[in-house]
């Protein structure tokens, strides 16, 4: 897969000019070859985010010593 | 004739490609139409999508004869198209990649695509001097094709058929 970017008219199926598409290696080299967009470069994957960091329990809030101070007072 | 006060019935050939259907299956093959006299084909495709639409895929056909004969794809790179009629009569030249492309899906929109073909686009070398739209999996919508053929090789009060070899 590879990404190229639509340079001058729009292409049926893929995209206006201006947008960049990730398409096949054939796709994009018929693209490149008939004036039609420039190869941005091979397509990487997306990073992958850590569903472990994602669902990890939010910490405790920190409370100072003097909010805990002024909550006993108030009891 | 002068082009300037004949009629387009004296200049062009007009021939139904495809009746008012879903562009799908058997009704989606469209008629062959022989270039023998003729320099350009001009292909009108118009869409009215329903609601859940699936595209209707678009490929050409160049053949040996208007009936059997041999069958093989006619390239092509680009078309015109206005994927909403009733707010535009705008045609936008878009490319088309793999010698196929697919109609808009959007729900209730009017679609007209315009394709050109030149008779020097064909393999005459090998014999191919028909033109035959084809179009496929369609479904929820109704389209139409109308081909016009212009560039007559001869001059006359109306043009040759173009549906016989």
Redesign the interface.
Known sequence: MRKVLLT???????GTAGDTVTVSDE?AK??VE?C?GEDQGEATAEPKVAVEDAKAPMAAPVVSPAAKVREQTKK | MNPLTSLAVERMKFVTGCAPAALASTAGDGDRVSMKNFGRLTIVVSILNGSTVTGTAITLIQATAVSGGSTKALPFSKMWANIDTGATDTLVETAVVSDTFTTDTTNAKSLMYVIEVKAEDLDADGGYDCVAFDGALAANSVGSVLYILSAPRYTDDQPPAAITN
């Open positions: 001058s008219i729009p292409v049926a199926g893929y796709i018929e693209l008939r039609l």
